[in-house]
Structure formats: structure tokens, C-alpha cells
């Protein structure tokens, strides 16, 4: 279960004003899991009380990471797809979308949208493009798809008249269910082109106890603090691809997506409880 970003973006102030290191942020957290160094004192107290609560979370973490290069890897190399909108991009670490889509073809162009102004700073000294290629960063948030759309720097990093792989990996569980996030997905999709694709991971309660489920649910009803992570059955999940043609195996755990060549033994599904999928647009 974990997060590379989510939140409200706003314009006022200098970027670095928005910093509230007393409060965790999901994308710091996420850096936590990974090992990162890019996080802070609230952000280490709350991974270590999810990791109490989900003990395999920093497993969940790296294997939702080796998903997302083994899709942008498959929708480079085997798909043709030179452009990607990355969002929620989180803390940069290894292999990021541009690394990996870029490593098969200089020429792809990518744009990260993120909230946390630690990201965006993160991302626009380390996530550099090849010269052939391109890379853009925005300070937006999922749940205004309009502007992320309408943003002169994604009109000019990206051609919407030719595909775009949509990446929204291990931030729609940011999303509750009064913000609909459905709709979300699907006017971003809507403003795509056919031949496009969606990627998506996302947490789920299937594989916890009972109780852990139960709480889980609790807490995303409730509300709760920024970064709360509203968990999702699998056929809940499914739905994010209503109307796409799924690529094979479909949407399955993170750890089993074709992830052939991948370190041995595996991790279980119970341990990872993250599904993932990818699919075309008609």
C-alpha cells in the first residue's frame, strides 16, 4: 500500500511555503518505504505505524515501483508508445518513467504532475530527458484533470492527436469515493487518443484480515488526515478499465504482472496487496 503522490496543488506562495513537515505526506512516505532519505520525522512515524499494522509494506513498495518499469518497459518496447503523463510521480528514485521509456527510445516524451513541492523540486533537478527526448513537470493535483489538461506545459511537451500512456500507479487509492475518482480517470482518457493506454496500480483490502479491512474502510470513510488510503476490492478496481482492452495477464497482483526475470522467490500476493493493470484504448 503505498503512494507516490496525492493532495491539493495550489498556485499561492513560493512552492517552498507549502511545506508542512509536521504533517506525513504520501509521497515522502513512500520515499520512507524505499529507503529514500527525502522525508521527515512525521513522515517516519506514520510508515512505521502503517508498517505495524502491514509489516510486508516496504515489500508492497518496491514490487509496486518494479511494476511500473516493467509496463512503461512493455508499452515502449512492444506497445510503440513515445509519450507518457506520469501522475502522481512521487520522490524520483531508480528507474523512473522517462529513464526506462527513454532507455528504448531517446526520443520519448514525458510529463510528471505532482502537488508536493518536495517532488517537483526533486523532479526538475533530477529527472533531466535525453536531448532527443523531453520532459515537463507540473504542479497539479488528479482531482483537477481540467488543468492538468489545459497546462501550457503539457501542450507543449505532449501531442494529445497521438497516443499517450496514462500512468496513474499507486495514487488513485488517494482518492475517495466522494471525489470520484471514475470520472477522473475516464476524462483524462477522454481527452486521449485511441491507441492510448491506462497503467494503474492500486491498494486493495482483498488479501487483509478481517479486522485490518475493516479499519481500513473505517478510516476512508471517515475522512482521516491527507493520506489516507481508501482500499479497493479487485472488481472495484477492474472498474478503472471499464471500456479499455486489457493487455495480458489483466489486472493482477503487482508482483505477478509479467514479472518474468524478476528476483526469486517472489513475493506473495497476500504480502504485496496491490493490484495492477494495463490497458489500450479502442
Not at 97 to 123: C, F, G, K, M
Not at 159 to 188: G, I, K, S
Not at 238 to 267: H, K, M, N, Q, T
Request: hydrophobic share 40%; glycine share 6%; proline share 6%.
Amino acid at each position: 500500500m503505498t503512494s507516490e503522490a496525492s493532495g491539493t496543488a495550489t498556485e499561492a506562495g513560493h512552492p517552498a511555503d507549502r511545506i508542512d513537515t509536521s504533517v506525513a505526506h504520501p509521497a515522502r512516505r513512500y520515499n520512507y518505504w524505499l529507503g529514500g532519505k527525502d522525508n521527515f520525522q512525521a513522515d517516519r512515524e506514520s510508515g512505521d505505524a502503517m508498517a505495524a499494522a502491514f509489516p510486508t509494506i516496504r515489500t508492497s513498495a518496491l514490487e509496486n515501483r518494479r511494476f511500473l518499469r516493467r509496463a512503461v518497459r512493455h508499452l515502449a518496447a512492444e506497445a510503440g508508445i513515445r509519450q507518457f503523463l506520469d501522475i502522481g510521480t512521487g520522490i524520483p528514485t531508480a528507474d523512473n518513467t522517462h529513464e526506462v521509456a527513454q532507455s528504448v527510445d531517446p526520443r520519448a516524451r514525458v510529463v510528471y504532475v505532482d502537488n508536493d513541492p518536495i517532488v517537483l523540486a526533486h523532479a526538475r533537478a533530477l529527472l533531466t530527458s535525453t536531448a532527443e527526448g523531453a520532459t515537463a513537470y507540473l504542479d497539479a493535483d488528479l482531482r483537477d484533470p481540467e488543468r492538468i489538461l489545459a497546462h501550457p506545459d503539457l501542450r507543449r511537451t505532449l501531442d494529445l492527436t497521438q497516443p499517450v500512456a496514462l500512468m496513474l500507479v499507486a495514487v488513485l487509492h488517494f482518492v475517495p469515493d466522494t471525489d470520484d475518482p471514475y470520472a477522473t480517470v475516464a476524462r483524462l482518457l477522454d481527452a486521449l487518443p485511441a491507441g492510448s493506454h491506462l497503467v494503474a496500480s492500486h491498494a486493495t483490502h482483498d488479501h487483509l484480515p478481517a479486522h485490518l479491512a475493516a479499519e481500513a474502510k473505517a478510516a476512508a470513510r471517515g475522512g482521516g488526515p491527507h493520506g489516507v488510503i481508501n482500499l479497493r476490492a479487485r472488481d472495484e478496481i477492474v472498474r478503472f478499465f471499464d471500456g479499455l482492452d486489457l493487455v495480458e495477464p489483466g489486472v493482477c497482483s503487482v508482483a505477478e504482472w509479467r514479472a518474468d526475470g524478476e528476483p526469486e522467490p517472489r513475493p506473495s500476493v497476500v504480502d504485496v496487496s496491490m493490484y495492477g493493470g494495463v490497458a489500450r484504448k479502442r
